[in-house]
């Protein structure tokens, strides 16, 4: 199984954003080596649509994002993206959008108490979901 | 006017792994011609047959987004750096 490993700081960021962002889904780009699988950054972005159905990223985000990333000699790398109410799966619209094969694409679902971090490759119209590594996080993701 | 076009990593397998491409032309829609006359491969991911931009992508003149300009007839400046941007969206 393919991985997505995150830091700690990197995971706490990630889902402190998400769980901000309610009762929206929140977003934001994984800045890293693109096709790699060890994230060096998040950029959190606003939620452009402002939904809790939906989500989009401004692309001025994106090309501060891509500059950012740039400076440090990375790329985007993948997009997180959260879902209030149901499980860390790709939706339909997900699926319809998700451009890259090269994209890690994270989701955190925020339906239970506790939140759930999974993340898939999508190439093609198929998913893989990869396992992903927080070193030194307790329990289970 | 020369200028430089940065690639998003989706369409970079199109481009023989270019991250960044150097290229000339007055507007937008002569860059991007020149970009897929240079890589084919690239033909209808940025500029769509009927001549409109692609919905996936988003381009940028420096800060400023074409489609709030004059879109494939924006003028690009000498040493401009135009971004061509993915799309970023779902449910």
Redo the contacts between chains.
């Keep these: 199984m393919p991985v997505l490993r995150l830091s700690k700081d990197i995971y706490m960021q990630m889902v402190a954003h998400c769980l901000g962002g309610l009762p929206d889904e929140a ?1 934001g ?1 994984l800045v890293g080596p ?1 096709g790699g699988d060890e994230v060096d950054h998040i950029f959190a972005t606003p939620n452009a ?1 402002a939904s809790a ?5 401004d ?2 985000e ?2 501060r994002a ?1 500059r950012q990333a ?1 400076a440090l000699g990375f ?3 993948g ?1 997180f ?1 959260s879902h209030t109410h149901t499980d860390a799966y ?5 699926m319809a ?7 890690h694409y994270v989701l955190v679902s925020l339906r239970d108490s506790h939140p759930v971090v999974r993340s898939y490759l999508i190439a093609d119209g198929a998913i893989t979901e990869e396992t992903v590594e927080v070193p030194g996080l307790e329990g289970p993701g | 006017m020369a200028v430089e076009v940065r690639l998003p990593t989706v369409l970079r397998t199109h481009a023989g792994g270019a991250s960044v491409v150097s290229l000339d032309g007055a507007t937008i829609g002569e860059v991007l011609g020149k970009l897929v006359a240079e890589y084919p491969g690239l033909a209808g991911h940025v500029v769509q047959e009927d001549g409109t931009l692609h919905k996936f992508v988003n381009i940028y003149v420096d800060d400023d987004d074409v489609r709030y300009l004059n879109g494939l007839d924006t003028p690009v400046p000498d040493g401009a750096e135009i971004s061509i941007l993915p799309a970023v969206a779902g449910g």
């Design positions: 977003c780009l693109y649509a159905m939906i989500y989009q990223i692309p001025r994106i090309l891509d740039q790329d985007i790398m997009v993206h790709p939706s339909p619209t997900d959008q998700a451009l890259d094969p090269g994209w």
